[in-house]
Every structure is written in C-alpha cells, then in structure tokens.
C-alpha cells in the first residue's frame, strides 16, 4: 500500500447504540443489535487502528427522506415513520422497530452512499461501512430479515440518478443467506452484475438456485452460487473459479462487496463452518481483481454477522488484505474442529452453473 493510499471507514456511534431489539437472547431478531458494531470499534480501540495514518473515518451522508424514495414507495416510508414514532412495531415478523429505528436505518443508507461515493471519486481507495441494520433482504415495499431500508440498492440508484453515475457495477454478496430484497431491484439490468454465495437448503429446495440468471437484459447477469450448509475455508473460495474471468469479462467500474460474516463457525444465525481465514483470502483475491479491471474502486458494506466474539476479527481480517498488511488469525480458530468434507457437493454446484452460464459469458464456453 502507497503512502498515498487510505481506507475510508464509515462509522457513527449511533450504530453502536441505537435500534436495540426489545428482546432477549435467543430469539432471532435479538441477534441484530448495537453490540454487533459496539463490539467491532471496542476492538478497534484496543488496537489503537485510528491511529493508523493509512486509515480515516468517515461519517454518513446527512440526507432526506426523498433519496429513501429512489428505493422504497412512500407508503412504506411513512410506514417506518410513523412507527418509529410511536416508539414500537412489527414491520414483517423479521423486522423490529424502535423509536430510532427510522432515523438509524436512514443513516445506514447515507454511510453505504458515503461509501461508494468516496470511492467513485478517488477520495479513498477503498471503503468500508460499518451501517446497521442491514439492507439486503429488504425490499421496495417491505422490509424483511432484520433489514429496514435496502442499503446497497439505494446507493447505487442515488449515484444513477443524482450524480449521473451510470457506468458498470459489480455486487458481490458473500452473507450466508441469498439477497432476495437486493437481486430484485437489478435482475433485468445490465448494468449491474450480481453475484451471489450462500447457503442453500437443497433438501427443502430454496430460492437464489442456479437457474435464477435475470431476465432481459440482464439474463445472465444475476449469478447464484449456493453452497451446502457445513461448508469450510477449504471449500469457500471455489466460487472465483467462475466470479474471476466473469468479473475480467464484465469489466466493471466498481465493485460493492455486501460484506455479510454469518458464515463464520460462531454464528449463531448461519450453519456454516468458515474462520477469519476466508474473509481474508476473499478480501485479498477481489481487491486484486478490483486493482486490475477498476483501479481498486472497492467498497465494501456490512450485512450480517451475529457472532459478537467472532465479528470483530472478522473485519479486522479484511482491513488486513486492503492495507496489504500479513493476517495471522486468533489463536482459538487454530483449535476449530474438523467438518466433513463438503466439497464434492460444491464442485457439482460449479459445473452446473458454468453449464448454465456458458450460453452467456464466453469466458465460460
């Protein structure tokens, strides 16, 4: 990393207090709290990170309602209004609201936006959100999974329609749970490549299954690559075998990662087996790739990831592959049992879908 280089991280302290589920442990939407983002700066602070003259903090985007409504109808708006207001309410019934949920969930669309645009303009060379609550199962009319406001579709309709940004974007979700809210707002356009790793449920059958390639337009550029619950880091990482050459056909302009950690062994959400390890050989490979096809324009935007020991390092391992610094991960994930071996599952996966893919990219033919 140059010394001209910096890491812009976007970060409030309202993420760290505010939209608390009135709930307790174990129940679902428990897991979505301010300790997730508490726990992370409390870590940063004990390794003194704003110190590092190659990291600066950023604030979120102030911005009004009418930027909320190049995503979300009006009803749904004044819906998540009015029941911030009243202090208490059920959006879907994996959706809480609290008396700051609105004014929280708006500017977690205002630090995704900061992100992006910091990074479109070459004022950092890449970014990293830390916003809650997440935003990619939520959709135009509704909230849902823990999500209030689509974070990532909102931003990137704000570059579109405010600042005339209409070259080619990348969103690469690795959350352990398929962004049904995110893929439908581009699932008919070219312009935005969508590629998504998750855990699937192949015996109740799910949806974010390979034959969900787009429509129009965007056929073949809605890319699902779910894997078997149990996966590990030796497994993960297959899915470059078909996001790379698609990424150097495609040729985008920037790329969004919706950085989703719920894969992660401590997970009390998601099934999967992965350590830090992945997250930073994944961090490292797509900033690589982002280097070569889009002079590093990355941002990354934080979606799920429930394990208040596990998070934290977690974050700090992809920090660790933006300033291209060695990661040596916590000693207790050396201790992590062994898993069964998923990968003759994953392979199949990758050869249908290459299959399936090969009438769209010549990469793949």
């Not at 809650?132 to 579709?153: D, M, T, V, W």
């Not at 990662?257 to 830090?276: K, S």
Request: proline share 4%; charged share 25%; net charge negative.
């Amino acid at each position: 990393m140059t010394e001209d280089q910096k890491i812009g991280i976007i970060i409030d302290v309202d993420f760290a207090r505010k939209h608390n589920p009135p709930y307790q442990h174990p129940i679902f939407l428990s897991y979505e709290n301010p300790l997730r983002i508490k726990a992370i700066l409390e870590y940063f602070k004990k390794i003194n990170l704003w110190e590092d003259h190659r990291i600066t903090k950023l604030q979120p985007k102030l911005m009004n309602e009418e930027i909320l409504n190049l995503a979300h109808t009006k009803y749904y708006i004044d819906t998540v209004v009015r029941l911030s207001d009243f202090g208490s309410g059920i959006l879907d019934e994996e959706v809480f609201i609290t008396k700051d949920t609105f004014s929280l969930a708006k500017k977690a669309v205002g630090g995704t936006i900061q992100a992006l645009e910091k990074v479109i303009n070459k004022e950092v060379s890449q970014s990293l959100a830390l916003v809650r609550p997440p935003g990619h199962h939520a959709l135009r009319e509704k909230g849902s999974g823990l999500c209030i406001f689509n974070n990532i579709a909102n931003s990137i309709l704000y570059l579109r329609k405010k600042l005339g940004y209409n070259k080619k974007i990348a969103i690469i979700d690795i959350d352990d749970h398929f962004g049904d809210g995110l893929v439908q707002y581009f699932y008919d356009d070219p312009n935005v490549l969508y590629f998504s790793v998750h855990e699937f449920d192949f015996l109740e059958n799910d949806i974010g299954f390979i034959n969900e390639l787009g429509e129009g337009e965007g056929l073949g550029k809605n890319i699902n690559f779910p894997v078997p619950e149990g996966i590990t880091d030796k497994e993960f990482l297959v899915f470059f075998n078909i996001l790379e050459p698609i990424l150097k056909e495609y040729t985008p302009d920037l790329i969004i990662v919706a950085m989703g950690f719920d894969m992660y062994f401590n997970d009390p959400i998601g099934n999967c087996f992965l350590t830090t390890i992945s997250y930073n050989k994944f961090a490292k490979k797509i900033l690589s790739i982002a280097e070569d096809l889009c002079e590093g324009k990355l941002a990354f935007i934080l979606e799920g990831g429930y394990s208040l020991i596990g998070l934290p390092f977690c974050v700090q391992a992809v920090l660790s592959s933006l300033l291209k610094e060695e990661y040596e991960p916590p000693l207790f994930e050396k201790f992590l049992f062994s898993s069964e071996s998923k990968m003759e599952e994953v392979l199949e996966i990758k050869l249908k879908l290459e299959s399936l893919l090969g009438n769209y990219w010549n990469c793949l033919k």
